[in-house]
């Protein structure tokens, strides 16, 4: 009797012991996804507001579109979405440390007309570039400021290359890899000179190497952050920091709204006072703003200190957030004030700061914003669907 006891209790342990095991694996998983998941493909996707706002603009039913420089996925789903299940999204994601990451996020949206590729887009095909670990997953090829040795060498390919290899042509390229746009336009110029696809670049202001590269072959540009033609770097505004880029080639302006120059109009100019401070130090306006379907622009004027915290900021229609950044104070601040919205119906539109994880910064000042409607886009119709 004490054997089978013993047995048995040896077998009890043994499953307790693997039933606390696979609980243990689950939470990891679910961790890896809390930490790196992306919105679910049910509710709203805020990934680069104002990218993904030309992303829903450009990429249409049925399109070919690229996605260079996934990262986690947050874009890529969305051009599966906007494309449709008769489009294909080719997604292109150079770190190993985030390609996994981005797989996931793919397959748990559902999307199956999106492949991703593991390979660096470069300027060649078949040659090996060394990756260097970026503090916040934003890996590049190029070195960082520290001069850490590279954590991998990964392959390459060339735009040209992929699309003469599967006859897949691109309408709309976005391409965010961190420094290397240009040589990843000097892979695909065959592709920019003859299929002349609408073009997403992330870029810095004082490096003009692409926006060159690109008015030579008979490109216009678009600040998305300021609705303005950029011909050089004078044309951004003074100490922004990154920038995103559209660039529209002449000859398929006809085809899209994004037709500078612009028609403004100021709508409204909000003052310190007309903001409120609430509980844990949280900021929004004192009464709801109306505005009326169409586009905007919203020029935030605020200032902060704070790094030691977590901020999100943007714009709400009653409860519900249609944009929104999210990182700490002082950066929000110097790099994050110029927002980018669009309304289907005329809306209750409220601005907000609100601080996450018990965090605070006493040194948040919001001073003012205004708000400009571009009216070429009044009457561009939304997406039927997220």
């Not at 013993?6 to 996804?33: A, P, Y």
């Not at 290397?180 to 000097?186: G, I, S």
């Not at 980018?340 to 001073?367: P, R």
Request: net charge negative; charged share 20%; with cysteine.
């Amino acid at each position: 009797m004490n054997k089978l006891k013993n047995w048995l209790k040896v077998r009890l342990t043994r499953f307790l012991l693997g039933e606390i095991d696979q609980q243990l694996q689950i939470n990891q998983k679910l961790e890896e996804v809390r930490l790196y998941g992306i919105a679910p493909w049910y509710q709203e996707n805020l990934w680069e507001p104002p990218v993904q706002l030309a992303l829903r603009d450009l990429c249409r039913p049925g399109d070919v579109v690229f996605d260079v420089g996934a990262n986690f996925g947050g874009l890529t789903t969305l051009m599966s979405r906007m494309v449709g299940p008769k489009g294909v999204v080719c997604a292109f994601e150079a770190s190993p440390r985030i390609v996994d990451k981005c797989q996931q996020n793919i397959v748990l949206s559902g999307c199956s007309n999106v492949q991703l590729f593991h390979t660096a887009v470069y300027h060649k095909s078949y040659g090996k570039v060394p990756i260097y670990l970026g503090s916040h997953l934003n890996d590049s090829i190029y070195s960082n400021p520290q001069n850490a040795p590279a954590a991998y060498q990964v392959s390459t390919i060339a735009l040209d290359d992929f699309v003469n290899h599967t006859g897949l042509v691109p309408t709309v390229v976005k391409m965010d890899i961190e420094g290397a746009e240009l040589d990843a336009l000097k892979g695909m110029i065959n592709t920019i000179t003859t299929a002349k696809p609408h073009l997403i670049l992330e870029t810095q202001p004082d490096d003009t190497r692409c926006l060159d590269l690109l008015r030579e072959n008979g490109y216009i540009s678009i600040d998305l952050n300021t609705y303005q033609e950029v011909k050089s770097s004078n044309d951004y505004p003074p100490g922004t920091g990154i920038r995103n880029n559209l660039y529209i080639h002449q000859d398929r302006l006809a085809e899209v709204a994004y037709q500078p120059p612009f028609e403004f109009q100021e709508i409204y100019t909000l003052i310190v006072e007309d903001f409120e401070t609430k509980n844990k130090g949280s900021i929004s306006l004192k009464n709801p703003l109306i505005l009326d379907k169409g586009r905007y622009l919203i020029d935030m004027d605020f200032t902060a200190q704070g790094r030691d915290n977590d901020l999100t900021c943007g714009v709400k229609i009653d409860d519900k957030i249609i944009f929104r950044y999210h990182a700490y104070s002082n950066l929000l601040a110097s790099t994050y004030r110029d927002w980018v919205i669009h309304i289907s119906e005329t809306s209750k539109v409220n601005l907000y700061f609100d601080f996450l994880n018990e965090s605070s910064d006493d040194t948040l000042l919001v001073k003012g914003a205004k708000i400009t409607r571009i009216n070429d886009f009044k009457d561009l119709s939304t997406n039927l669907y997220i």
